[in-house]
């Protein structure tokens, strides 16, 4: 599989320290070996979402064909990821 980053994750991750940057990073990637692990879960609401937990942080993607895009990244305590993702569709 292939893996696709939306600018706006991208930037998230950037911005990210070091050690929480190689944590969201490893989960990304492991995306690609297994799109569908046992911790992700649809996203209610968009039937083409899914949604996948790594520390405090929530990974928002899409498997579309061989190809894994991620969509937004944000923490997990905080609605905000929500809110983007309902804004952009």
Request: glycine share 4%.
């Amino acid at each position: 599989m292939k893996l696709d980053t939306h600018r706006d994750a991208l930037d998230f991750l950037d911005a990210l320290e070091a050690k929480q940057f190689k944590q969201v990073a490893r989960k990304m990637l492991g995306l690609m070996s297994e799109p569908l692990p046992p911790d992700s879960r649809a996203l209610k609401g968009y039937e083409d979402l899914r949604r996948a937990d790594v520390g405090e942080f929530r990974i928002i993607y899409r498997i579309k064909d061989d190809t894994v895009f991620i969509e937004l990244i944000g923490r997990r305590n905080d609605d905000a990821v929500y809110r983007d993702i309902s804004r952009r569709r």
